[in-house]
Structure formats: C-alpha cells, structure tokens
C-alpha cells in the first residue's frame, strides 16, 4: 500500500517568512515518484515539482526549495520569504512504478498573512 | 489559462436527473482522468484513460459512467446521483500514463451540486 502523510493540515505565517510543508510517504517500491502539487482558490491543481526515487538532490526553483531524504522518506517543500500570492492547500503526491495512479496527501492549507 | 477545459464550470442536478461533464485538451496528451475532491480533501482518482481505453476504474459505482470518444475529450455521464456526490470534479490529463508521465496538466474543475 502507498500512503502519503501530510502532518500539517493548515499553517498561518506573515508575509516574507519562511515555511516549510512537510510530507512523509511510505511504499513498498524501490522505484517511484513524487510530487508536490499547488491548489489556489480557483480550484485547478498546479504542479510544483516531480522528482523521482533515485534522484535525492535538492531542487531550488526561485523562493520554492525541495529537500528529498529517502532515509526518512521525506519530501519536504520550502518557501523562502512567503508572499500572499502563496496562500493556497499544497499537495504531496506519491506514485508507484507499477501503475498509473497518482496518489495524493491530504494537503496542506498554507495561509499568508499580510 | 489552463489547457485542460472543463465544462460547465458548475452544475446542480436533481438525483432523477441525467447530466454529462466535459473535457477536452489539445496538447497531444495520450492519458485523461477523473478525479472527485470533497471539500478540504484531496483528489481521489476515479478513472484513466489511456490511449482512448479505460485502465483504471477505482471502483466508482456505475452511476458515474466515463467515456473517451477521442485522445482530445473525456466526458463523465451523471445519472441517479445522490446528494453525496456533490463534490468538485476535476480533469486531467499527461503525455501519457504511468508514474513516469511527469505532470497531470489539471482543469479549473466542475462543481457539482445534487439535491
């Protein structure tokens, strides 16, 4: 079975702090895929980042970092000096080599204050 | 702008009444899904397609009944639904399936409300 853990269900900061979702997965596979997703209130997901299981480099993109850890089956996203425009529910997701499904956390609601 | 478009945006239908959901998307992807998201819940996956046939039903009762005319389109039939099937559906789409895909490319998603 595959699971995806998202312990933080919502998150409250001030505008330009960092913050960090975090995710725990667990499967059986030794191939497999993960992903974070973003959903503002208009409702469409948007993809954030793909990394897959034999890829732990850390990815920056702009004020978005990533930190995946295998050893703790982690996969945690970062966001350096939060803006506004932040505010929305991130997803963790988690794919197996052996079929097609894209299985997600339960999210993360991320507000950012002003 | 999105370019997976799904339509209509909302729908309120009665649970005698049958209804469809639209899709389409023209960036030559080969797979398309449905997914069912309650509020403040993630998206369950209902069904894929690939390559125009379904490969995966995730057990969804045969009141939702998908369909894939081309690569381009995706329609899921509505009919005797109950009042806790309102929920948001979303659409997506990727070059193909499989957890090597990269991105599913996700409409705005349809919002629909049975009474």
């Known amino acids: 079975a595959q699971k995806v853990t998202q312990a933080q269900t919502e998150i409250s900061v001030v505008e330009k702090e960092d913050v960090t979702l975090d995710c725990v997965y667990e499967?059986?596979?030794?191939?497999?895929?993960l992903f974070w997703y973003k959903q503002p209130p208009s409702g469409e997901l948007v993809f954030l980042i793909r990394?897959?299981?034999?890829?732990?480099q850390n990815e920056i993109s702009g004020r978005y970092s990533w930190n995946f850890q295998k050893s703790t089956s982690s996969f945690n996203f970062t966001i350096t000096a939060s803006q506004v425009v932040d505010s929305a529910v991130y997803f963790c997701a988690l794919s197996e080599n052996r079929d097609d499904k894209i299985i997600f956390g339960k999210g993360t609601r991320l507000h950012i204050l002003p | 702008d999105t370019e997976v478009t799904q339509t209509p945006k909302h729908l309120v239908m009665g649970m005698t009444n049958k209804k469809s959901l639209k899709c389409e998307q023209h960036m030559g992807h080969r797979a398309m899904y449905w997914y069912k998201q309650k509020a403040k819940k993630p998206p369950e996956l209902m069904f894929v397609y690939s390559y125009e046939k379904l490969s995966i039903n995730e057990s969804v009762p045969s009141r939702f009944s998908p369909e894939c005319p081309n690569s381009s389109l995706l329609n899921l039939h509505l009919h005797a639904l109950q009042p806790e099937d309102s929920a948001l559906y979303l659409c997506?789409?990727?070059?193909?399936?499989?957890?090597?895909?990269?991105?599913?490319?996700f409409g705005e998603g349809s919002r629909l409300t049975v009474l």
């Open positions: 499967t059986r596979d030794t191939t497999y895929y």
């Open positions: 990394r897959n299981s034999f890829d732990e």
């Open positions: 997506a789409s990727s070059h193909y399936a499989g957890p090597n895909t990269g991105e599913l490319f």
